[in-house]
């Protein structure tokens, strides 16, 4: 009989991220479909309290508590204790995770120090012949694989965005504690504090609903023979200010920086999707100025409308990838489109 | 100035990004189709952390670089042509599977034990650099249980920057959620550093680097560890190819007036 943990930090606030709410309905739903399955819910944090109410209502069997103040910071060494700890106090035989960047850092670690293995990007949970069983993806998102094992305690943690959140009411949890030994070499790393990206203005959204890629077309000359790298930043920011869109941008136009060529100062690694990015989920995604390439194809994997606007009509980013393709001038159409969607916002105070 | 490092970066191989990649049954478990014939590249975050240590070892002078590599040994020949030229190391390699299907718990055994025996190793000023992630396995998972199985508990995953201090320490950048970097300070080495990719632009090519790493390299190849890390414990029930293909709706010859509409529509509905 498998006993599921599933484990998640508090943020900042003591409250618990969205993740943690689709860790915990992955993971129950997973106990339902396994025979005699329980599932408990491991919260670990400086005070956990109002996370444990939050989660009071889910059916969990029991929720355990490892509070400490180390726990403020997300570390390595501490975190990975404290999953340890909760693991240990379970006796887990699956551990669901959120695959947070928190999470992610420790997983295997932690899998490792318990005698077990790791699966991380997990995409879905499920049960196929009565043994548990995770989908993920291989070559950077190029092949999915479903696959179960048998080593175990079995850590898995779910890419977020990928499977539905549980919901319910809060009300008061009753929190069994679990003592926390933290390493003595805890204290060699310290959190100093967190950076945006030198653009200052927030790009990279992973909520928004739609995601805005950029391709290294917005840097090249125009029908004028001309570069517009003024007129492509205004394009690009005014659409994401109107729409609090996600910006993407495919390898090329983030490593031209490093080749000398003109680049748009708000783009960096981070912007990345594709190969050597980012796979972002979101429910629509807008490309411009891309062309061909399946790294780039990558990046569209968790997209689920696509369109695109481009100058070719034979793209292969776009034919076959996209919903729509609009051969045209994408200075010409974003300009356009950013009137529209000017005409189209509520009128507010200020304006 | 900061004392020497010995800087580990630990990476494998993968196809070339540009290949087409089919999945096919192998005797071990599921393998890449004619994988063999795919031409490869040092993976692209382990190329990546490779630069960062070339730039790292220039601020802190006496430390040295050694690469340790797991694939089929005479792709890594091929693989090291190009990066022999980049930057002057020392390559331990292990002759083994590059695939993205083999346990990376296994992997990290071998790293383990190539680095435990590399000679005169000096925990006190190691630091351990990958990949976050491969663009094969993709699991970023290697990196922790290497750290791990070298009693290294200070680990930073998904890394765009280190900046080293005189006194040894160093503030280290990771990547965080909404496109941000934490930044954390280390008391110094020993260090696991899983690379994103970073902020360094590839290096030229540096003739005299690349004659006098294939030196080394050679006899390093000739001598290879051989290592059979394995699928023990996992079941994949299916491995495949995504239904990728869609109806594309090609709009041509439209005013641009009539195409922003109908994306202000689709955007706002």
């Not at chain 1, 204790?81 to 850092?105: C, D, F, H, Q």
């Not at chain 1, 993806?137 to 890419?159: E, F, G, H, I």
């Not at chain 2, 690469?67 to 083994?96: H, N, R, S, W, Y």
């Amino acid at each position: 009989m498998e006993k599921i943990l599933v484990v998640l930090f508090t943020q900042e606030d003591g409250s618990l991220g969205r993740t943690a709410f689709e860790a915990t309905g992955a993971a129950l739903g997973l106990a339902k479909e396994l025979d005699g399955a329980s599932v408990t819910i491991g919260i670990a944090g400086t005070s956990i309290q109002e996370a444990a109410n939050a989660l009071a209502g889910s059916g969990a069997e029991k929720i355990l508590g490892a509070e400490a103040a180390e726990l403020a910071q997300p570390r390595y060494a501490t975190d990975a204790a404290a999953a340890e700890a909760l693991a240990k106090a379970a006796g887990a035989t699956i551990i669901v995770a959120p695959g947070t960047s928190r999470w992610n850092r420790i997983a295997a670690g932690v899998a490792h120090r318990l005698g077990g293995r790791a699966d991380t990007h997990a995409t879905s949970l499920a049960v196929h012949e009565g043994a548990p069983t995770i989908t993920r993806w291989y070559y950077r998102q190029r092949m999915v694989a479903k696959l179960s094992r048998t080593n175990r305690p079995w850590v898995v943690s779910l890419d977020p965005g990928a499977v539905p959140a549980w919901s319910g009411e809060p009300s008061q949890a009753t929190v069994e504690k679990v003592a926390l030994s933290m390493p003595e070499t805890a204290a060699r790393t310290e959190v100093i504090g967190v950076e945006a990206p030198e653009a200052g203005a927030q790009t990279i959204r992973p909520e928004a609903e739609t995601l805005l890629v950029t391709g290294a077309g917005w840097t090249k000359k125009q029908a004028d023979g001309q570069i517009h790298l003024k007129e492509a930043e205004a394009a690009i920011m005014d659409f994401l200010r109107q729409t609090k869109a996600s910006l993407g941008s495919s390898k090329s136009l983030v490593d031209q920086e490093g080749e000398g060529q003109a680049v748009l100062p708000f783009l960096t690694h981070m912007n990345q999707i594709g190969q050597t990015g980012s796979t972002p989920r979101h429910a629509k995604g807008l490309a411009t100025c891309c062309h061909g390439e399946e790294p780039h194809v990558v990046g569209w994997r968790f997209i689920t409308e696509r369109r695109a606007v481009n100058l070719d009509a034979n793209c292969g980013w776009a034919q076959g990838k996209a919903d729509v393709l609009y051969v045209a001038d994408a200075f010409e159409v974003m300009k356009k489109l950013n009137d529209l969607l000017a005409e189209k916002a509520p009128a507010t105070p200020e304006s | 100035m900061a004392g020497s490092l010995q800087i580990v970066v630990c990476g494998g191989i993968v196809p070339n990004p540009l290949q087409t990649l089919e999945p096919t049954a192998g005797p071990q478990g599921p393998a890449l189709k004619n994988e063999a014939m795919l031409p490869a590249v040092l993976d692209p975050w382990a190329w990546h952390a490779l630069f960062e240590a070339a730039n790292l070892a220039k601020q802190a002078p006496g430390s040295k670089i050694t690469l340790v590599c797991m694939a089929p040994k005479a792709k890594l020949q091929q693989v090291m042509m190009t990066i022999a030229q980049k930057t002057v190391f020392e390559l331990q390699p292990i002759d083994g599977p590059a695939s993205g299907f083999v346990e990376s718990a296994d992997v990290a055994g071998e790293l383990a034990e190539v680095i435990k025996g590399i000679n005169g190793l000096d925990m006190q000023k190691l630091l351990v650099f990958g990949g976050w992630e491969s663009a094969s396995r993709g699991a970023g998972t290697t990196m922790q249980i290497l750290g791990e199985m070298l009693g290294i508990t200070d680990q930073f995953q998904g890394v765009d920057e280190i900046r080293l201090k005189d006194d040894g320490s160093f503030d280290v950048l990771e990547r965080i959620e909404g496109g941000k970097h934490q930044v954390s300070r280390c008391a110094g080495a020993p260090a696991v550093l899983g690379w994103a990719t970073g902020n360094l632009p590839e290096p030229p090519n540096n003739p005299q680097a690349g004659m006098a790493n294939m030196r080394g390299i050679m006899p390093a190849l000739q001598k290879a560890r051989p290592a059979k890390p394995g699928q023990d414990g996992v079941k994949f029930l299916d491995v495949s190819l995504p239904s990728q293909r869609r109806e594309t709706r090609v709009v041509k010859d439209t005013p641009a007036e009539e195409i922003a509409r109908e994306l202000a529509e689709w955007i706002t509905g």
